[in-house]
């Protein structure tokens, strides 16, 4: 029986992705550099990070709590996965994958796009970015963005 996630992915989302991978072998270079990065107990993406705005209990509650809700719906345990705020004024979010498995993954929502989007909308926007770590176009863009640094799949 089919999972929820997999009966709403589309088929040739999947075909690509997986074709992708394949042909760039992401698998092995996904296992080399997470294996660097967890020997150098690399902090990069936290450090990164230092410039936004963490979502917690305490600061952005209400935002906060949708972002539980759909990672609870969703049902991802993989990882942790830390919800951020930046003060960029373009309406967009972003989903960073973190190598280093002591860290969580990260999702970064824009300013712009907090204030204009609707619950509803927003809780759509935390599944699609939550839907790259779950689908793993992350790690796509991850290895992507090591053998090609210019490139940008977004």
């Known amino acids: 029986m089919k999972?929820?996630?997999?009966?709403i992915r589309l088929p040739d989302?999947?075909?690509i992705l997986d074709y992708l991978e394949k042909v760039l072998n992401v698998g092995?270079?996904?296992?080399l550099l997470n294996f660097d990065a967890n020997q150098k107990k690399d902090h990069s993406m936290s450090?990164?990070?230092l410039f936004n705005l963490p979502l917690s209990p305490q600061v952005g509650a209400h935002l906060y709590e949708l972002t539980q809700e759909i990672l609870q719906l969703l049902e991802y345990t993989d990882r942790e996965?830390?919800?951020?705020i930046s003060k960029d004024s373009s309406v967009n979010a972003k989903t960073y994958f973190n190598c280093n498995e002591?860290?969580?993954h990260y999702?970064?929502?824009n300013s712009c796009l907090v204030e204009r989007l609707t619950d509803g909308e927003m809780r759509f926007v935390i599944g699609h970015e939550l839907g790259h770590l779950i689908y793993r176009h992350t790690m796509l863009e991850f290895v992507m963005d090591h053998l090609y640094p210019r490139f940008s799949i977004r």
């Open 28 to 31: 092995t270079i996904s296992d």
């Open 81 to 84: 996965v830390s919800f951020y």
């Open 13 to 15: 989302e999947k075909k």
């Open 47 to 49: 450090s990164q990070m």
């Open 107 to 109: 999702v970064v929502f």
């Open 102 to 104: 002591e860290e969580p």
């Open 3 to 7: 999972t929820f996630l997999e009966e």
